[in-house]
């Protein structure tokens, strides 16, 4: 087969100068700003499966150019990268269809869908990073390409929303500046190494190297939505939904959840980070933003900021699975990385079109609602059974290898809060099916189920995405599978 | 014994000072305008005896004279703009915010400090060391004149007074720009004998100023006191009302006002062929282009100092705000 | 010789400036200052003017001293008028 | 005989023979000013070349040679500075080209011209000079030329800005002269090569402390710079962009030359730099959230980022200036190239919607997108948000702080970056906001050519940090401060 | 006690004076003096520096350097007048 060494950029720039040309399309355009869309998400898609079995076939991509003396813009593509970019690009492409429907008459389609590709694009390059600075260069980027995504209803509700989304994402991305810097005044690099690079360091100065992951991991929890650095994520909901999607699915919160995999396992190492001893407060913070996160969900009446604040508990596993310091915890981690985008991003397509066809916003209106949209309630019950856990679906496999990994680690506390998370879960996610389900609407109010005004292209993608939870869960052993490809990189990281 | 040259060379000292805090100190604008232009003289004056007699004159000529007669065209246009000619124009304009007198005695306290600091640095400065003149003295025969401050200015940094013209062509064309449509003030009426003076003075003054540029190659003098001995001819013609500018001479005044510049630049460029560098004249045709160049600027400096004075651009009032070019 | 009389001449003439000075800051008035002025400093210019040109070698420089001479008396006499003109407009409150 | 025309004389006669020919037909003053322009960056390219093959180049004016005759160098440095005048000289002379059209705007057209040529002359004046009085007649070229663009536009406040502006270049060029003057009595020579070899002692530290004043009031450095934002503000918007973009530049680039010149002046002196910076990035930030219009709140803007730009000289370790000057360079050329878009932006805006009051543009039915867009690219090299070239310059600022231990002003950079977020956010909002407009918004109002230019310098702006270590490279040619130290 | 101390001395408190002026000053027309003055200061101090004791004679340079000066202030001087009475004229229409 014919060998690209440029292929990694090529994936970059199918978004990256798909932006400047949706930007210019007027506003009318809309059927090929669809077909530039669509094509370029598609295009994406072929070209990571291409890269994807280059990449088990061992073939080594690493571009890099210089920026300043001896610091290195680099984009490489190791299988922990490629679990990250095929995520987005298949859930790009869906989302995309999903927008497409859901903007069909909305207002400033050319700059959203521009920024939305840019969005895609920074996604891609934060997984492409071969070193902390391009990685912080195209988290900066997303920071920059989701704030209109954010404001885009443009009411003051959603202004209010964008500014604590810019004051906690921006004041992320400086603090990572300064870890960064001091990562390279320190080390002399700030590459991503499988096994970390830190061990010198680590001994010679372990202090500074406490300091550096706290610093570092600080940075990256405001966008992993750490407690205390969650706020912004319930917040942010504001945004339409397509965007709350990828925010919450694949590109915000992911990669901080990303960056926190790659600073602890390519960085420090994970062995380093053991003996620096930041391993276990990084596990109990996590822990706390799980049940902190479902606990508040309990309490949300409306559905976005249930979902959003059920995210927050959800990106805290890979965390846990991460700093559990166990190989078969990070299965679960890496596995928990695309289950959960899978799930969350059904979910919120799901609250999107309960929005959009019956007005739908909140929880006490979901009366009835399956029955008026059957196949999005579906998809939607699918995804909130996974994540409750319930196997064989996608959330099932990725808590059960947390669990194992946790008592591997010798930490048996973590089942009690998969557990617990687990149950929080079911008290929140199952009053809403009963109510979809079980309960008459009410005969006049919101929610009355009429006839729901959504197109193929809303109605789609969410079942899509639930398709593939439930292939994700079911199939997990097959070759190619994420449980598969995370196994895989997990060899590499714990270098077994 | 003291030298008597040293007593009057301190009570000079103490009047330029005693003369700079009067200035300041008058209450009165004209007043002030008056002292300070006695202090410009004695400054003059304080000058020769450094042994500066070039730059006494140009003191004298530009940094006294037609600064002050600009000082004294902006206090009558300030008092006949407000419409009350006798009155101070510190009281006119009370639009300027006033400043809190804590932020005035914090900045006298300030100066106060720079000037101390300065003292004490210029105290404990070395004695004069040797500064260009070896330096001077050795390349003076390949200058192609016999007096050394205009074999400075017009060859050895040549460079510095072609861009000091450039400031000059800077400053009036800024000037028209700021004053483009604004009124003249009446000019005050001055009565017979000043006609008869301006006549008789007239000559006279063109004939200095012709005198002071051509001394200029070996003797005190030069372009810019020439020049601006010049210019007085322009003030005394304005002033009389003898010429009135009108919107057709702007041309010929634009001309006049960049030719100085123009020729100096072109010639310290073309001169640049045959292994020399720009400004580098070749040494047969020396005083010849330096006393080119000398009298173009000094007829440039001249219109352009009077242009200065009479501030505005020549244009049809009439049109004012949609006047084409 | 000359060189004794013209040193006697600048005195005498800095003397007239003096005196001239003293009125300018003693007199009460424009008119009685410019007096003082116009008078003491015109004499006092012309001594000194001549104390130097006896000292001064050649006849280029006296012919120099007696322009610059000419030149002083005829602006201070104009000035003297203007500024008895001036006040006397200021003092009637008069425009002509 | 041919005459020999060199590129480093070329690139400062040509647009002083533009502004001549510019000022003598004031009706074609717009196509000469263009052509010159054209030149003159065919020239600098051509000395840029030049400087890469054979390193710095040197012309003894005259042929004398310092110290009697005066000497221009080009280096790295002086050619970078030279670009940046010329790329966005050309640019803003582009845009000033549409937006001086209307037959209103007859007269400002024909002085802009002229009065930009000459300011374009002294600032490659500057770039070039080696010699400290030179540097003063150059100053002062530029502070007539600057002043009369500030007051172009003709309205009261801009007379009164250009007042205090005139009043405060007067007074930073005399202080620069009396530097001048106690250089002389202490080395007898003005050249730069002499400045080398100096003592520090009492006369020459005072030389030292009178530059630097001058040149701050100048630059407008914290607290010396109230007499900026009035007059950056208050500017026709070409204007606004040549003052902020490239102006404040010039004063900067001469205090980067007398750092790398002058002995090394003591840790105190540096930090009280320093803190003239910190205090500026503090200041000039809070003023521009308070600031009720956009231009305002961009001039106030620059004084903060110049405050930076002095952290920058001030973070100076026990290794001198000898690192640092490349931050503070990159820092120079980023605000130049972005804030000129900025201005050049935010005057496009104040047009398209008639007003610039920041808190009623989210009130405007027309939302001119690419000016808004272009604004906002600008504010990222600003802010310093990756990969701009104003990013690049805080990495290496604070890079540099850091290896020399020196938290504090790392804590003054990523302040001043949080502010600049902050008051920035708020045009943001302005410019996203939809629902206090009534009528339907036509947001995408097409490619309209007057943005073309300030579009141009802000993505400039960001791709210049993609090349930054072919432009630190070539900045370090025939830089003699290792060798001078 | 030579000329080059005496004057220096006064050069720097000339200068000194000026300074106060200039950042003092309310009146307009007052500051431009102020500045003015300083500019005299400078170049007292320059021509010091250029002074040799008698038999000696002075280094050409600052005094072509003072001249240049002069006329560069005379120039600035000029604009910032212009700028005085253009300002003038306007805020008396403002006040119509």
Same mark, same amino acid.
């Given at each position: 087969?014919?060998?690209a ?22 506003e ?16 994406k898609?072929?070209l ?19 920026v ?7 984009l ?15 859930l790009?492409?869906?989302t ?12 400033h ?9 840019l ?6 390059g ?14 900066e980027?997303l ?10 209803r ?11 989304y810019?004051?906690y ?5 400086l ?19 499988? @096994?970390?690079?830190l061990? !010198? ?15 570092l ?16 994520l ?14 919450h ?6 990669a901080?959840?990303f ?22 407060p ?10 902190? #996160?479902s606990l508040?969900?309990i ?8 979902l959003?604040?059920?995210t ?7 965390t846990?699975?991460v ?8 299965v ?23 929005a959009?066809?019956l ?10 609602v399956?029955?008026?949209?059957p ?15 319930l ?29 617990g ?7 929140y ?11 008459d ?14 197109g ?15 292939v ?5 052993s097959a ?12 060899a ?5 | ?16 000072v005693a ?6 100190a ?20 304080a ?16 940094g ?64 004069a060391?040797p ?15 016999? =007096? ?20 000059l062509?800077?400053a009036?064309?800024?000037?028209w720009?700021?004053?483009r ?13 000043w ?9 006279a003054i ?10 200029g190659?070996e003797a ?46 072109l ?8 292994g020399?560098?720009a ?18 600027v000094?007829?440039s ?23 084409d070019? | ?21 003293v ?19 015109g004499?006092?210019l ?5 104390g130097?040109?006896l000292?001064?070698?050649?006849g280029?420089?006296?012919?120099r ?19 008895a ?12 | ?34 052509a010159?322009?054209? +030149? ?18 040197? +012309?003894?004016?005259?042929g004398?040679?310092?110290?009697l005759?005066?000497?221009l160098?080009?280096? @790295? ?34 002085y ?5 040529? +000459? ?26 030329a ?12 801009a007379?009164?800005? @250009? ?20 250089i ?5 020579r ?34 010396? =710079?109230?007499?900026?934002p ?11 962009a ?28 540096l ?7 910190? #205090? ?8 521009a959230?308070?600031?009720?219009r956009?231009?305002?709140l ?6 903060a ?13 026990e ?16 605000? @130049? ?20 009051v ?26 310093g ?16 702080a ?15 970056t ?30 309209a050519?007057?943005d ?28 003699a401060?290792?060798?001078a130290? | 006690m030579?000329?080059?101390m ?25 500051r431009v003096?102020?500045l ?9 101090l ?6 040799r ?5 002075? !280094?050409?340079?600052?005094h072509?350097?003072?001249?240049t000066?002069?006329v560069?202030?005379?120039?600035a ?20």
């Amino acid at each position: 087969m014919m060998d690209a060494p440029l292929l990694p950029l090529f994936i970059l720039l199918t978004s990256l100068l798909a932006a400047p040309v949706l930007f210019a399309l007027p506003e009318r355009a809309a059927k090929l700003r669809t077909a530039i869309n669509l094509g370029m998400a598609a295009l994406k898609v072929a070209l990571v499966a291409w890269l994807s079995l280059k990449v088990s076939e061992g073939v080594i991509y690493d571009l890099r150019f210089a920026v300043l003396p001896g610091l290195e813009f680099k984009l490489q593509a190791d299988p922990l990268a490629i679990l990250f970019i095929a995520l987005s690009a298949v859930l790009w492409l869906i989302t995309t269809v999903y927008s497409v429907g859901y903007l069909e008459h909305g207002p400033h389609r050319a700059r959203f869908f521009g920024f939305f590709s840019l969005c895609v694009a920074a996604t891609v390059g934060i997984a492409m990073s071969g070193n902390l600075f391009t990685f912080l260069v195209f988290y900066e980027l997303l920071t920059l390409a989701t704030y209109p995504l954010v404001i885009h209803r443009g009411n003051a509700e959603a202004l209010r929303a964008g500014r604590i989304y810019l004051i906690y994402t921006l004041a992320g991305g400086l603090v990572l500046m300064l870890g960064t810097l001091a990562l390279w005044v320190l080390a002399g690099s700030t590459d991503f190494v499988a @096994g970390g690079m830190l061990a !010198d360091l680590a001994a010679a100065n372990p202090l500074a190297a406490q300091l550096l992951f706290v610093v570092l991991i600080g940075a990256l929890g405001i966008k992993a939505a750490l407690v205390p650095f969650h706020a912004w994520l319930p917040i942010a909901m504001v945004a339409p939904a397509p965007v709350s999607a990828l925010l919450h699915a694949v590109a915000v919160v992911k990669a901080g959840a990303f960056g926190i995999m790659r600073v602890v396992y390519e960085v420090f190492g994970i062995d380093t980070a053991q003996a620096l001893g930041v391993t276990a407060p990084l596990a109990a913070l996590a822990a706390v933003t799980i049940l902190y #996160g479902s606990l508040k969900a309990i309490t949300q009446d409306d559905i976005k900021k249930r979902l959003a604040y059920s995210t927050v508990s959800q990106v805290s596993y890979i965390t846990l699975g991460v700093a559990l310091a166990s190989p078969i915890a990070a299965v679960g981690a890496l596995a928990h990385l695309i289950h959960q985008g899978l799930m969350k991003i059904t979910m919120f397509m799901a609250a999107g079109n309960l929005a959009e066809g019956l007005g739908v916003k909140r929880v006490s209106q979901m009366n009835g609602v399956g029955r008026a949209m059957p196949g999005t309630m579906l998809a939607f019950t699918l995804a909130a059974l996974a994540m409750i856990g319930l196997p064989p679906l996608a959330g099932f496999v990725s808590k059960w290898y947390l669990a194992q990994g946790g008592l591997d680690a010798g930490h048996g506390w973590v089942i009690a809060v998969l557990l617990g998370s687990s149950l929080l879960n079911a008290v929140y996610f199952l009053p809403m099916l009963h109510r979809a389900w079980f309960r008459d609407a009410a005969p006049d109010g919101a929610g009355a189920p009429g006839h729901p005004r959504i197109g193929w292209m809303l109605a789609a993608p969410p079942v899509t995405t639930a398709v593939l939870v439930l292939v994700a869960g079911s199939f997990a052993s097959a070759p190619f599978s994420p449980l598969e490809w995370t196994r895989f990189i997990v060899a590499i990281e714990y270098q077994e | 014994m003291i030298d008597p040259l040293v007593i009057f060379d301190l009570l000079l000292a103490l009047g330029i000072v005693a003369l700079a805090v009067a200035a300041l100190a008058t209450r009165e604008s004209f007043a002030m305008i008056v002292v300070f232009i006695v202090f410009g003289l004695v400054s003059a004056l304080a000058w020769v005896r450094l042994s500066a007699p070039d730059v006494a004159l140009a003191e004298a000529a530009i940094g006294t004279g037609v600064t002050g007669a600009l000082l004294l065209k902006t206090l009558h246009h300030l008092r006949c703009a407000t419409g009350q000619p006798g009155q101070n124009a510190t009281q006119a304009q009370i639009s300027a915010p006033p400043v809190p007198v804590g932020v005035t005695l914090a900045n006298a306290a300030f100066c106060g400090l720079i000037t101390l600091g300065l003292a004490v640095a210029f105290l404990g400065a070395p004695a004069a060391g040797p500064g260009f003149e070896g330096l001077v003295a050795q390349a003076m025969p390949q200058s192609g004149v016999e =007096h050394p401050v205009t074999a400075v200015l017009l060859n050895f940094r040549a460079y510095d007074t072609l861009m000091e013209v450039v400031v000059l062509l800077a400053a009036v064309i800024a000037v028209w720009q700021i004053e483009r449509g604004l009124s003249d003030a009446p000019a005050p009426v001055m009565g017979e004998v000043w006609q008869g003076f301006a006549r008789l003075a007239l000559p006279a003054i063109v004939v200095v100023g012709t005198y002071l540029l051509w001394v200029g190659a070996e003797a005190p003098g030069g372009a810019f006191q020439g020049g601006a001995v010049l210019a007085a001819v322009g003030l005394l013609l304005l002033l009389t009302r003898a010429y009135v500018p009108q919107p057709a001479h702007r041309g010929i005044a634009r001309g006049a006002f960049v030719l100085g510049t123009a020729a100096f630049a072109l010639v310290a460029l073309l001169v640049a062929s045959g292994g020399r560098v720009a400004f580098e004249y070749p040494l047969a045709h020396a005083k010849t282009l330096i006393l080119l160049i000398e009298g173009m600027v000094t007829l440039s400096i001249a219109v352009t100092l009077a242009a200065l004075f009479h501030g505005r651009e020549p244009m049809a009032l009439k049109h004012e705000g949609k006047d084409d070019t | 010789m000359l060189e004794l009389l013209g040193a006697g001449l600048i005195g005498l003439g800095a003397v007239f400036f003096v005196a001239g000075t003293v009125g300018l800051l003693r007199f009460p008035d424009v008119f009685c200052r410019l007096h003082a002025l116009t008078k003491a400093d015109g004499l006092g210019l012309a001594l000194i003017a001549l104390g130097v040109a006896l000292q001064a070698g050649t006849g280029g420089a006296v012919f120099r001293i007696a322009l610059i001479w000419g030149f002083v008396a005829l602006a201070s006499a104009t000035c003297g008028h203007l500024i008895a003109r001036h006040a006397r407009q200021m003092a009637g409150g008069r425009h002509d | 005989m041919s005459v020999d025309l060199s590129p480093v004389m070329l690139s400062i006669f040509l647009p002083l023979f533009g502004a001549i020919v510019a000022f003598m037909l004031p009706r074609a003053a717009g196509a000469i000013g263009l052509a010159t322009l054209a +030149l003159t960056t065919g020239a600098v390219i051509a000395l840029a070349r030049d400087v890469l093959i054979n390193g710095a180049a040197i +012309l003894p004016l005259g042929g004398w040679g310092a110290p009697l005759g005066i000497d221009l160098r080009a280096d @790295g440095l002086s050619v970078a500075m030279l670009g940046l005048s010329c790329a966005v000289g050309l640019l803003v002379s582009l845009s000033a080209l549409s937006s001086l059209r209307g037959p209103e705007d007859a007269r400002q057209r024909q002085y802009f011209w002229p009065l930009w040529l +000459l300011l374009l002359t002294g600032m490659n004046g500057v770039y070039l000079s080696t010699d400290i009085f030179n540097l003063y007649v150059m100053i002062e070229v530029i502070a007539l030329a600057a002043v009369g663009l500030t007051v172009l536009s003709g309205t009261t406040a801009a007379v009164r800005a @250009g007042l205090e502006y005139m009043y405060a270049s007067i007074l930073g060029a005399l202080l620069f002269l009396m530097g001048v003057g106690f250089i002389y009595l202490q080395l007898g020579r003005l050249d730069f090569a002499g400045l080398a070899e100096a003592e520090p002692t009492g006369a020459l530290i005072a030389a030292i402390a009178l530059m630097f004043v001058g040149l701050a009031l100048k630059t407008a450095l914290f607290p010396l =710079h109230f007499w900026l934002p009035a007059a950056h503000a208050n500017a026709s918007a070409p204007a606004s962009a040549l003052l902020s973009g490239l102006v404040v530049k010039a004063a900067l680039y001469i205090v980067l030359r007398l750092a790398q010149h002058m002995p090394f002046p003591s840790e105190t002196f540096l930090t009280l730099v320093g803190v003239m910076g910190a #205090g500026a990035v503090i200041w000039g930030s809070i003023q521009a959230l308070r600031a009720e219009r956009l231009k305002l709140l961009v001039a106030w803007s620059t004084v903060a980022q110049i405050g930076l730009i002095f952290v920058a000289f001030a973070r100076a370790g026990e290794q001198g200036l000898s690192e640092s000057w490349k931050a503070a360079a990159l820092l120079i050329l980023a605000h @130049g190239v972005a804030k000129a878009a900025m201005f050049l932006a935010a005057g496009r805006i104040k047009d398209e919607i008639g007003h610039d009051v920041i808190r009623d543009l989210d009130r405007a039915p027309i939302r001119p997108t690419l000016a808004q867009f272009t604004f906002a690219l600008a504010a990222i090299s600003l802010i310093g948000l990756p990969p701009s070239l104003g990013f690049i310059g805080k990495w290496a600022l604070m890079e540099g702080a850091m290896a020399a231990g020196y938290w504090h002003w790392v804590g003054v950079t990523m302040a001043g970056t949080l502010l600049s977020v902050a008051y920035f956010s708020r045009v943001f909002a302005g410019f996203l906001r939809f629902d206090r407009v009534r009528a339907p918004v036509g947001e995408h109002q097409g490619w309209a050519l007057a943005d073309a230019a300030p579009l141009t310098l802000a993505m400039m702006a960001i791709a210049l940090g993609l090349m930054a270590a072919p432009l630190l490279g070539f900045l370090e040619i025939g830089y003699a401060l290792g060798e001078a130290k | 006690m030579t000329p080059d101390m005496i004057y220096g001395a006064a050069g720097i408190a000339v200068f000194g004076i000026g300074l106060v002026g200039a950042l003092c000053a309310q009146d307009r027309l007052r500051r431009v003096l102020a500045l003015k003055l300083c500019s005299v200061g400078a170049g007292f101090l320059l021509l010091v520096g250029a002074w040799r004791e008698p038999p000696g004679t002075p !280094d050409p340079v600052p005094h072509a350097l003072v001249i240049t000066g002069i006329v560069v202030m005379v120039s600035a001087t000029a604009v910032a007048l212009a700028l005085i009475r253009r300002l003038h004229s306007l805020e008396a229409e403002d006040e119509r």
